[in-house]
C-alpha cells in the first residue's frame, strides 16, 4: 500500500512551502498563542475568583467552568462567530477588528476569543491544583510576617504554584496548536485547512495529510523544547543543573529514546 | 387427533410456504430489475452512495429527522430501484466523498457533484443534470451586487472543494491580472456554514449552485435573495470508480430509462427543479 503514496508530493510540501502555507502556518501560530494567553489570563482571574470572600464572584467562576467546560469548543467557536449575530441581533465581532497596529479577520478574531474563553476554564482548574498544592502554613506564616493577601499570593504563593502549573500548561499548549484546527469550520485557513482546501482540488487526501501532520510535530517539537527550558528555569535554584540545548532537543523525544533503549530509563 | 395433525402440518406448511413466497416475490422483483447492477450490489442487496448531505435541495436531512432527504436522495433510489436493490446514502464531507469513493467506501457518489475534467482523471461520471451557479445576498442586496464582476474587493463565502470554490480563485486570477482588489473568499466545510455566514452578516455574498441558493432563499425570504443571473451552467452527474465500468453502464441505462418513463420529471418537478433537466 506505501507504494501508492506519491512520496515526492508529501516531500514537495515538507520542503518547498509556498506563500499560502507560510501564511497558514503562522495563523495556527499567532492563534494558538494568543488563545492561550486568554486562557492563562481568564484561567488565573477566575482561579482568584474562586478563592474570593464574595459568594457572586465564586458563583461566577464555578458556573464559568461548567459552561465552557462542559461544551464542545466547537459550539463555542459558531456562538461566538454567527451566534451573537442571530442572538444578540447585533454584531458582536465586526468583520474585521482593528488594533490601530494591526487589523485582524473578523473569523480569526472569533476563533481567538472562542480558544481563549475555553482554554480559560481549564486553566483555572490548574490553576486551582497548582494553588492547592501550596501548604496552608505557607499564607499564615506570610500573614503572621505582616504581609497582606494580594502581597502574599504574589510573592509567597503563585511563585511555588508555578512549579506545579507549568507542566500542564506546557500541556495545554501542546494541545491547544492542534485544537486551533477547528477555527478552519468558520472559515479560518490554518494549517489544517490550507491542507484541506489544496487536497479538495488535488484529491491525494494521504500525500498532503501526511504533510500536514508533520508540520503540526515539528511545531510540537519546537514547544516542547521551550516548554522544557522554562521547567528548567523554574527548577533551576532547586537542582542547579544546566543542560545544552541539544540536550534538550532529545529530552522532547524522550519517548521515541525510551523505546529504543526498551524503555528501561 | 387427525384432525388436530392436520392442523399442525398446515401451520408448519404456512410456516415454510409463507417465507419462501415472501422470497418468491422479492425474487420476482429483482428479476423486474430493469437493470442489471454489478455482481457485488447484487448480492449486497443495496447500492451505497457517498453524500455530502448539507445541500439542500439536493441532499439535506429533512426537518427534525436523520432522514436524507432531496432530489439527488430521490434519483438515487430509482435507480437502486431500477436494479432492484436498495439505496443507502452515507454522509461524508465534500471535500471528502471523491477519497471515499476511491478506497471503496461506497459503490457511488451523488451528491450534486459536477462534472469537470479535473475529477474526470479520479472518477466516471454519469451526468442527469445540468445546473448553473448563482450569487446569493442578503435581501435588499445592500452592497449592490449584480453579477460577477461587482466581486472584487467582496468577501464570498462557498463550500470547500466545490466548482463553485475553484471558479473563484479562477476570477481572482482574472482580477491580478487587471490590477483589481481581489475577492476575499473564505471557504466552508458544509455548504449550510457558507449560507449561516451571509445571514449573519459575516460575508456579503455566498456563491453555489442555482437549485441550492433558490431553495436557501425559499426557506428564508426575509434573508436572503439572487442577485444577478445564473451562470455558467455545468453537468451534474454521479460518479463512479474507474475501474467499475459495469456499475456506470448500469447507472447509465437506468437514468436513461428515467428520463424516458418521466419519473425524472417528476422528482424535479417535485423539487423545483424542472429547469435543470438534461433533456427536456
Same mark, same amino acid.
Given at each position: 500500500?506505501?507504494?501508492v503514496v506519491a512520496?515526492?508530493v508529501v516531500?514537495?510540501r515538507?520542503?518547498?512551502?509556498?506563500?499560502?502555507?507560510?501564511?497558514? @502556518?503562522?495563523?495556527?501560530?499567532?492563534?494558538?498563542?494568543?488563545?492561550? $494567553?486568554? #486562557?492563562?489570563?481568564?484561567?488565573? *482571574?477566575? /482561579? +482568584?475568583?474562586?478563592?474570593?470572600?464574595?459568594?457572586?464572584?465564586?458563583?461566577?467562576?464555578?458556573?464559568?467552568?461548567?459552561?465552557?467546560?462542559?461544551?464542545?469548543?466547537?459550539?463555542?467557536?459558531?456562538?461566538?462567530?454567527?451566534?451573537?449575530?442571530?442572538?444578540?441581533?447585533?454584531? @458582536?465581532?465586526?468583520?474585521?477588528?482593528?488594533?490601530?497596529?494591526?487589523? $485582524?479577520? #473578523?473569523?480569526?478574531?472569533?476563533? *481567538?476569543? /472562542? +480558544?481563549?474563553?475555553?482554554?480559560?476554564?481549564?486553566?483555572?482548574?490548574?490553576?486551582?491544583?497548582?494553588?492547592?498544592?501550596?501548604?496552608?502554613?505557607?499564607?499564615?506564616?506570610?500573614?503572621?510576617?505582616?504581609?497582606?493577601?494580594?502581597?502574599?499570593?504574589?510573592?509567597?504563593?503563585?511563585?511555588?504554584?508555578?512549579?506545579?502549573?507549568?507542566?500542564?500548561?506546557?500541556?495545554?499548549?501542546?494541545?491547544?496548536?492542534?485544537?486551533?484546527? +477547528?477555527?478552519?469550520?468558520?472559515?479560518?485557513?490554518?494549517?489544517?485547512?490550507?491542507a484541506e482546501i489544496r487536497n479538495s482540488t488535488a484529491f491525494q487526501p494521504v500525500e498532503y495529510f501526511t504533510a500536514?501532520?508533520?508540520?503540526?510535530?515539528?511545531?510540537?517539537?519546537?514547544?516542547?523544547?521551550?516548554?522544557?527550558?522554562?521547567?528548567?528555569?523554574?527548577?533551576?535554584?532547586?537542582?542547579?543543573?544546566?543542560?545544552?540545548?541539544?540536550?534538550?532537543?532529545?529530552?522532547?523525544?524522550?519517548?521515541?529514546?525510551?523505546?529504543?533503549?526498551?524503555?528501561?530509563? | 387427533?387427525?384432525?388436530?395433525?392436520?392442523?399442525?402440518?398446515?401451520?408448519?406448511?404456512?410456516?415454510?410456504?409463507?417465507?419462501?413466497?415472501?422470497?418468491?416475490?422479492?425474487?420476482?422483483?429483482?428479476?423486474?430489475?430493469?437493470?442489471?447492477?454489478?455482481?457485488?450490489?447484487?448480492?449486497?442487496?443495496?447500492?451505497?452512495?457517498c453524500?455530502?448531505?448539507?445541500?439542500?435541495?439536493?441532499?439535506?436531512?429533512?426537518?427534525?429527522?436523520?432522514?436524507?432527504?432531496?432530489?439527488?436522495?430521490?434519483?438515487?433510489?430509482?435507480?437502486?430501484?431500477?436494479?432492484?436493490?436498495?439505496?443507502?446514502?452515507?454522509?461524508t464531507g465534500f471535500d471528502g466523498v471523491i477519497p471515499a469513493l476511491l478506497s471503496?467506501k461506497?459503490?457511488?457518489i451523488?451528491s450534486?457533484m459536477n462534472d469537470t475534467a479535473q475529477r474526470r482523471k479520479q472518477v466516471g461520471f454519469?451526468?442527469?443534470?445540468?445546473?448553473?451557479?448563482?450569487?446569493?445576498?442578503?435581501?435588499?442586496?445592500?452592497?449592490?451586487?449584480?453579477?460577477?464582476?461587482?466581486?472584487?474587493?467582496?468577501?464570498?463565502?462557498?463550500?470547500l472543494g466545490t466548482t463553485?470554490a475553484a471558479?473563484?480563485?479562477?476570477?481572482?486570477?482574472?482580477?491580478?491580472?487587471?490590477?483589481?482588489?481581489?475577492?476575499?473568499?473564505?471557504?466552508?466545510?458544509?455548504?449550510?456554514?457558507?449560507?449561516?455566514?451571509?445571514?449573519?452578516?459575516?460575508?456579503?455574498?455566498?456563491?453555489?449552485?442555482?437549485?441550492?441558493?433558490?431553495?436557501?432563499?425559499?426557506?428564508?425570504?426575509?434573508?436572503?435573495?439572487?442577485?444577478?443571473?445564473?451562470?455558467?451552467?455545468?453537468?451534474?452527474?454521479?460518479a463512479?470508480r474507474r475501474?467499475?465500468?459495469?456499475?456506470?453502464?448500469?447507472?447509465?441505462?437506468?437514468?436513461?430509462?428515467?428520463?424516458?418513463?418521466?419519473?425524472?420529471?417528476?422528482?424535479?418537478?417535485?423539487?423545483?427543479?424542472?429547469?435543470?433537466?438534461?433533456?427536456?
Amino acid at each position: 500500500m506505501l507504494a501508492v503514496v506519491a512520496w515526492h508530493v508529501v516531500w514537495q510540501r515538507i520542503a518547498h512551502p509556498d506563500h499560502a502555507f507560510a501564511l497558514a @502556518l503562522w495563523r495556527t501560530v499567532y492563534i494558538s498563542v494568543a488563545a492561550q $494567553l486568554i #486562557g492563562v489570563c481568564l484561567g488565573l *482571574i477566575t /482561579a +482568584l475568583m474562586r478563592m474570593s470572600r464574595l459568594r457572586v464572584l465564586r458563583l461566577v467562576s464555578g458556573a464559568y467552568v461548567l459552561v465552557f467546560r462542559g461544551t464542545p469548543v466547537i459550539v463555542q467557536i459558531f456562538f461566538v462567530y454567527f451566534g451573537a449575530n442571530l442572538l444578540f441581533g447585533f454584531t @458582536l465581532i465586526p468583520n474585521t477588528v482593528n488594533f490601530g497596529l494591526f487589523a $485582524l479577520n #473578523g473569523a480569526v478574531f472569533a476563533g *481567538i476569543v /472562542a +480558544l481563549g474563553i475555553n482554554e480559560g476554564a481549564y486553566m483555572r482548574e490548574i490553576y486551582r491544583a497548582g494553588i492547592d498544592a501550596i501548604d496552608k502554613g505557607q499564607m499564615e506564616a506570610a500573614k503572621s510576617l505582616g504581609m497582606t493577601y494580594g502581597l502574599a499570593m504574589r510573592r509567597i504563593i503563585l511563585p511555588q504554584a508555578a512549579r506545579v502549573i507549568i507542566p500542564p500548561l506546557g500541556n495545554e499548549f501542546n494541545n491547544m496548536l492542534k485544537t486551533s484546527s +477547528l477555527v478552519f469550520f468558520i472559515g479560518v485557513t490554518e494549517l489544517f485547512g490550507d491542507a484541506e482546501i489544496r487536497n479538495s482540488t488535488a484529491f491525494q487526501p494521504v500525500e498532503y495529510f501526511t504533510a500536514v501532520a508533520f508540520w503540526y510535530l515539528v511545531l510540537t517539537t519546537i514547544w516542547s523544547v521551550i516548554q522544557a527550558q522554562i521547567e528548567r528555569a523554574l527548577a533551576r535554584e532547586e537542582r542547579g543543573d544546566q543542560i545544552s540545548f541539544r540536550e534538550r532537543v532529545f529530552q522532547a523525544w524522550a519517548p521515541v529514546a525510551a523505546w529504543r533503549t526498551g524503555g528501561s530509563r | 387427533m387427525r384432525n388436530s395433525r392436520v392442523g399442525i402440518v398446515s401451520v408448519c406448511a404456512a410456516a415454510v410456504l409463507v417465507p419462501l413466497g415472501l422470497a418468491g416475490a422479492v425474487s420476482a422483483r429483482t428479476a423486474a430489475a430493469r437493470v442489471q447492477p454489478p455482481r457485488e450490489i447484487k448480492s449486497a442487496g443495496k447500492i451505497v452512495y457517498c453524500s455530502d448531505i448539507t445541500y439542500p435541495p439536493e441532499e439535506f436531512y429533512g426537518k427534525g429527522t436523520t432522514h436524507p432527504e432531496g432530489s439527488d436522495i430521490d434519483i438515487g433510489t430509482g435507480v437502486a430501484r431500477l436494479m432492484g436493490v436498495k439505496a443507502q446514502f452515507d454522509n461524508t464531507g465534500f471535500d471528502g466523498v471523491i477519497p471515499a469513493l476511491l478506497s471503496k467506501k461506497c459503490n457511488a457518489i451523488i451528491s450534486g457533484m459536477n462534472d469537470t475534467a479535473q475529477r474526470r482523471k479520479q472518477v466516471g461520471f454519469v451526468d442527469y443534470l445540468r445546473v448553473g451557479q448563482s450569487l446569493m445576498v442578503k435581501k435588499g442586496n445592500p452592497d449592490y451586487i449584480n453579477g460577477l464582476a461587482s466581486l472584487s474587493g467582496k468577501t464570498v463565502s462557498v463550500e470547500l472543494g466545490t466548482t463553485n470554490a475553484a471558479f473563484l480563485e479562477k476570477e481572482n486570477q482574472k482580477l491580478s491580472a487587471q490590477h483589481k482588489a481581489q475577492i476575499t473568499i473564505q471557504t466552508f466545510p458544509k455548504d449550510t456554514d457558507a449560507a449561516t455566514a451571509l445571514k449573519t452578516g459575516r460575508v456579503q455574498v455566498y456563491f453555489g449552485d442555482s437549485p441550492v441558493v433558490a431553495w436557501y432563499i425559499k426557506q428564508d425570504k426575509s434573508s436572503f435573495a439572487f442577485a444577478g443571473q445564473p451562470i455558467n451552467p455545468i453537468p451534474v452527474g454521479i460518479a463512479v470508480r474507474r475501474n467499475d465500468p459495469q456499475l456506470h453502464t448500469a447507472v447509465q441505462k437506468a437514468i436513461r430509462i428515467m428520463y424516458r418513463n418521466h419519473s425524472m420529471t417528476r422528482i424535479l418537478a417535485k423539487w423545483h427543479m424542472t429547469a435543470f433537466a438534461l433533456h427536456k
